[in-house]
């Protein structure tokens, strides 16, 4: 890979494996990945259950370590990245919005929403000023002080959403973001995540099932059985990919 092209793409990753588990219950779940993902796009992650998506987005935002291959985001190479120093990497530089929600139970919303900045070190009062700002736009204004027990869960989901939004994070990465979502909230968080994360030194990948989704898309990228299938761009349909 050529220093051009990791500057110029916010995401580039060269022969990436993941294997899970060893002997007869070994599973490749991502199959010799090359994939280049530039700035300033939304880039939508696509193709059926069990296909590799969560893990590919997982070693993208450096929550899972590939057995093969090289991971570079945002011009660093995460490959070689030491722990404590990924850590702090994903949390100055990643949002993400798991499946799950993963939300802390014994936290408000408006507490979990604003975790990445205490982390970051803000004081309370400004990170629970922001927070509220996030949560007020994905329409939770009036459940800010609602533990998740106490939440839909369409309304869990937007707290995680803002919770990945509150730090301004240079790369978003969302897994089904919409999924819980009605037609009105659905529109609501996407036009949020393309207002806050698509800026021409950020990127944002959202998987998705979810039809009404792919006209927030530049760029689909399908994948089936670990390997990435096709990759449609709004002014180029239909590349295929090379395998
Ligand atoms: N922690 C794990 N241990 C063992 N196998 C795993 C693990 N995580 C994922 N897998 C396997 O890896 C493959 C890819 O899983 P992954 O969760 O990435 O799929 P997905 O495309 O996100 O599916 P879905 O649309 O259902 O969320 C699957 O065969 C799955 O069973
Ligand atoms: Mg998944």
Not at 38 to 57: A, D, H, W
Not at 190 to 197: D, F, G, Y
Request: glycine share 10%; aromatic share 4%; proline share 4%.
């Amino acid at each position: 890979m050529t220093d051009v092209a990791v500057r110029n793409a916010a995401v580039a990753l060269s022969g990436v494996a993941k294997e899970f588990g060893t002997g007869d219950t070994k599973t490749l779940a991502l199959a010799d990945i090359d994939l280049e993902l530039p700035y300033g796009e939304l880039v939508l992650l696509v193709g059926p259950s069990g296909c590799g998506k969560t893990t590919l987005i997982s070693v993208v935002a450096g929550l899972l370590d590939a057995t093969r291959g090289q991971t570079e985001v945002l011009g660093q190479n995460l490959t070689r990245m030491g722990g404590a120093r990924k850590v702090r990497f994903r949390g100055d530089n990643i949002g993400f919005v798991f499946q799950q929600y993963n939300l802390l139970p014994a936290l408000t919303a408006a507490e979990n929403a604003c975790v990445p900045l205490l982390i970051a070190g803000w004081s309370r009062a400004k990170a629970v000023a922001k927070a509220r700002e996030l949560l007020t736009a994905v329409g939770l204004g009036n459940r800010l002080d609602s533990y998740p027990n106490q939440l839909s869960g369409g309304q869990q989901q937007r707290v995680a959403i803002a919770r990945a939004l509150v730090h301004e994070p240079r790369l978003l990465v969302c897994d089904e973001p919409t999924a819980a979502l009605d037609a009105a909230s659905g529109r609501t968080v996407m036009e949020l995540i393309r207002k806050v994360a698509v800026q021409p030194d950020r990127a944002v990948i959202v998987v998705t099932h979810d039809s009404r989704v792919y006209d927030f898309g530049d760029r689909i990228v399908s994948m089936a059985d670990g390997r990435i299938e096709r990759i449609e761009t709004k002014n180029s349909p239909g590349v295929r990919a090379e395998h």
